[in-house]
Nanobody
Framework: QVQLVESGGGLVQPGGSLRLSCAAS????????MAWYRQAPGNQRELVAN???????DYADSVKGRFTISRDNAKNTVYLQMIRLMPEDTAVYYC??????????????WGQGTQVTVSS
């Protein structure tokens, strides 16, 4: 069974920075995309950033220039570096992976979520 474990959330003042990490473990054959989503109270879950296995990335317009997604494929880990954080970035951040498990079957996995709160 594959699981994603996130870390790095917390409380930060506006203008501050945080770095989220998400490590995949278990019976993994390969990982295609690793992404970060977020969900604020009363809102739908939205894509924040996506990192493809080939190295390409894409971002929501609201975070371009402030957030950077990166992957360490050797460690099956994805990071989200967030700078110049704003109160509207407050949300639960979820890690997501589209992968093939050890049996060669495609699967989509979600992490448990980590809270990011931007407030003075």
């Amino acid at each position: 069974q594959v699981q994603l474990v996130e870390s790095g959330g917390g409380l930060v003042q506006p203008g501050g920075s945080l770095r989220l990490s998400c490590a995949a473990s278990g019976n993994i054959f390969s990982i295609n995309t690793m992404a970060w989503y977020r969900q604020a109270p009363g809102n739908q879950r939205e894509l924040v950033a996506n990192a493809y296995s080939g190295g390409n990335t894409d971002y929501a317009d609201s975070v371009k220039g402030r957030f950077t997604i990166s992957r360490d494929n050797a460690k099956n880990t994805v990071y989200l570096q967030m700078i110049r954080l704003m109160p509207e970035d407050t949300a639960v951040y979820y890690c997501n992976a589209n992968l093939k498990n050890g049996r060669g079957l495609k699967d989509e996995i979600w992490g448990q979520g980590t809270q990011v709160t931007v407030s003075s």
